[in-house]
């Protein structure tokens, strides 16, 4: 039977059939490159009230560079130095929302170099408040990161915006029961629970829309306050159900957006039993529990959109 | 100019005109749920020298799982507790592979309920060795881990094994040189640099080949031993050089791979000036950056093979 | 020559001088027990507008363990899993703060025990704010922990509170130059440049005080936006200096407290050289260092008061 | 009753009678400073077959630096940079040991300038193995790193080496009973469970020794085995006992070492009930929990040996 500990001895397989001439060509298939992870803070202090942007962009581009990978011929490769580069530059300019500065970079890159057909950029955005309204003292929020995805393909550009991080918990208005019972079935019904998780949340604007003028810091703060609301106001017979409220909140309010995807942890929060102690717990008590937990996701969208946009193969997580 | 700090400001956006009784539906698009990371540990102790395998495996269904969505109708919900519960008790017949034992799961819920109709099980596995060959001590070896993918989907199965966070360097026999430059590049050639990467490796089975008898655990040393191989025997002019003989050598000795993806960070070494304190510096003394990096990423494959398997999509990172 | 990859080559020394009769005997020195990051989350559901308090609670004890030690006889040993229980059935009467709720465990185990001499207890506290003032939905605050470590000891508790992960930054109002060069001294002298740091402080009671009656949420509360407002309104010529004024500032506002000790990583911010892309750079795009950072530690005491407590050994970090 | 989510509300304490002119002078106490994580890569290469050094160095100094936090005067501050400089530029002629090299550092220092009476230097070093006997072609080992603190004060030093992250697990041959039960205890007694946990032992050589001539790789490849041996040949009744083998192993071998302290979490594998299945588990099916953990602490030492060398204040962990 195997073993793990015994798994990594070396072995030499016999030579394969598939090295015989009359084999297939092994050949390059999609492939991208760049810097990831460029940290970027951009101070605007054209006035004594300086204003801060913060944050981790990554740059890959697609196209023709098949001979860097077969032949270690770099004449197509722009140094992931040059790009890096090539980001801080831009934003001397100026940042403004990750969505527009995404898109600086990739009609750069998809228009400066013959050879780059597209490429995709990334960023995370983090977030800072002002210290008692000070003009430049500032105290980070890390309770959320906001994201966005740009893909250039095939002559179009697909734009994922989201949110990452953000914890909600209820203390009570989540029920959980009805569900099928088999022989591996134990969990109790429940009619009152704990209900946490850690939103993740991507909505993908309409593929080919006119999304210029549009102020993507304020689609942020209105889908961030729309997950939050639907998921505070939801009383919830499953995860399952406040997550479909949730991605439907936002389409409803945004017809820019065709589609939402979630990915909800359900961080489980286990009533401690004190009845051996001569104690009660009238849900008052609770260990949170780190692994494992539930995993719920899902798409939301508007009906006769895209169902498959190119720029999710690029994030992962569906079928 | 939009700033980080106060895009966050709650704000209530006009009445759109998406909510009018004109508007598309909005439905639920493609969604799957399950207990992740399960922590399993299984002893073999049929004799005194016990046998150790460590897996987080994750169990996620897809199906007809609407009404939960919509209504909170759970009667087609199988628990994710039960999930887990489904885990364990199938332990205790052995693991054996990471890869045979998803198997075994994804029958268990593709054929026990009328409404799943697939799902995605996903693991990792941990190693251990024996302290100086004793019979049930062992330490953890964190220097790697092995991954695996399933996809039931279609009513066809696609299986993509990997390893991920194996670290490798090499002291010298990489060169970068022959980039475009432009505007923004200042980056300086060489022809004797550190390169140095964590090789994250998936690689995809034949889509409907029979694995029956195939020896995965044998089949992953093989693959790990041929990746390492091939990073330390090629001369480097780019990562991206390296990394397709890897992808190529996997390919060459297993026939029974289709397709292997690749994602390497290009970890930076970058040589420290010592020339202000008069001392040279031969290659010998570096500054190992952690952020930003380069990230080169690129699928080789049999040429013929099925391009884009939808487990990919599940995955993650290639367009 | 030393070489990291060999060191690992197992090696038995000859049997040493010290394994003769005449060699001194090999006896147990100071230790402690317990469970540690037992995470408790209290509900306070007295009326609909429910109150969350969320914790990681870590519990260990001192005394005559050296049976358990020395022959495995664990008569003495109250069980990680008991101080676990303990901490549970304790929460159900509520937590108040971390503070308080430490007073009752260390009151209860050096005191139900006769072998039980002391102990150290701990706790981290997260926060939660509702969303939108709703009754019982939450959204996780994770832009600061709060700690709390109380040792008892000869009798005496010692209590330290603390806040930390509290990252804060200027984009002005920070000078740094006046500094000696010597022969490996090549950073150059500014009198404009970002203070960036992540605040870990921790006040510690005078010992032997009275705190009852003592509102440590309050405290919290004043502690904290004391030492933002200092880091905010000090014009910094060293960070050595903001870290003293924010000491200072809490000592003089809290009588009741003798001494705060402050560990501040220096979160160095680049500017980027953009001149070679012929662009200019008035000290708006930086580069966000991960490491190395400069790491700048001190205490701040009132005169007079004990300079060594014995908390601070189980915490570290001074001479 | 506190609650979390108001605590933060800003509350400004009353004027504290602390702030009359009567009141103690608020004094800096003991402080250090330095550049912590500075990631050293040493690539010797005299001959064709490279060795690979790889290390995370902090340097922090004590002394005479009061003008700078009163008064922002920097005439005394060594700049963090300058200490960073220093280390690349002494790594040119090696590095040999963590504890050699830490030594020149401190020897640099504080023989390099007058107002510096002191320091802590710290080092951490990731292993290399190569690959497959390669000459220049290495995979790193993960699974434990090296440490070691140097702290000279009071004209002394004081050495302590150290090893952490080093997980091992046994599957059979520990027991845990005999333990008193009170109102809280609900643990059940075991004479076979899994024992595991992640080593972090620190040995203190002893203070005022001659270390010089010693081969300190030598010792820590011959301590690391002694480690192991003793947790794997021990059968426990307690983790406690085995801590106390662990160390006493190692001072029985090394002479030159007066004291180990251990730091070992009780990684719980919790057996899973697979009854309600109709399925027996016989110790062959666990669940291997994140949090809690129990947490055993100890230092284990030669009688008659300091028991408190100032140098554990500045690591911490014990009273």
Chains 1, 2, 3, 4 share one sequence.
């Not at 394969?16 to 101070?43: D, F, H, M, T, W």
């Not at 003028?213 to 306050?225: K, Q, W």
């Not at 719920?296 to 006769?304: D, K, M, N, Q, S």
């Not at 959109?305 to 690029?314: A, G, I, K, R, Y």
Request: proline fraction near 4%; include cysteine.
């Amino acid at each position: 039977m195997g073993n793990s500990f015994t798994e990594k001895a070396p072995q030499h397989p016999e030579p394969a059939a598939g090295e015989s001439g009359a084999a297939p060509r092994i050949v390059l298939g999609s492939n991208q490159y760049g810097k990831a992870e460029v940290r970027l803070v951009k101070v605007t202090r054209d006035t004594a009230r300086h204003q801060l942007e913060d944050l981790s962009v990554t740059s890959q581009v697609h196209g023709d560079f098949e001979a860097a990978h077969t032949q270690g011929d770099n004449s197509h490769v722009v140094a992931t130095d040059t790009q890096k580069n090539t980001i801080y530059a831009f934003a001397r300019d100026g940042v403004g929302s990750p969505e527009e500065f995404l898109g600086r970079l990739a009609a750069h890159f998809t228009t400066g170099f013959d050879w780059v057909s597209g490429g995709r950029w990334a960023a995370e955005q983090y977030f800072w408040n002002r210290i008692n309204d000070h003009d430049h003292a500032f105290a980070k929020d890390k309770s959320e990161i906001r994201t966005a995805v740009l893909l250039a393909a095939d002559g179009r550009t697909h734009l994922v915006s989201g949110i990452t991080g953000l914890t909600v918990l209820k203390t009570t208005g989540s029920e959980f029961h009805g569900f099928p019972r088999d022989r591996y079935t134990t969990l109790a019904e429940t009619t009152d629970r704990i209900l946490a998780t850690d939103v993740t949340a991507k909505w993908r604007y309409a593929d080919g829309a006119d999304l210029s003028g549009l102020d993507f810091n304020a689609v942020y703060a209105s889908v961030r306050n729309l997950l939050l609301d639907a998921f505070a106001a939801t009383h919830s017979l499953a995860l399952q159900q406040s997550m479909f409220e949730m991605g439907k909140a936002v389409l409803q309010a945004h017809p820019e957006i065709d589609e939402v995807r979630l990915s909800l942890p359900n961080n489980h929060h286990f009533l401690v039993d004190l009845a051996p102690f001569g104690v009660d717990n009238p849900n008052e008590v609770f260990f949170a529990a780190d692994r494992p937990y539930g995993l719920i996701e899902a798409a939301v969208l508007r009906e006769g959109t895209e169902p498959q946009s190119p720029v999710w193969n690029t994030i992962g997580g569906f079928c």
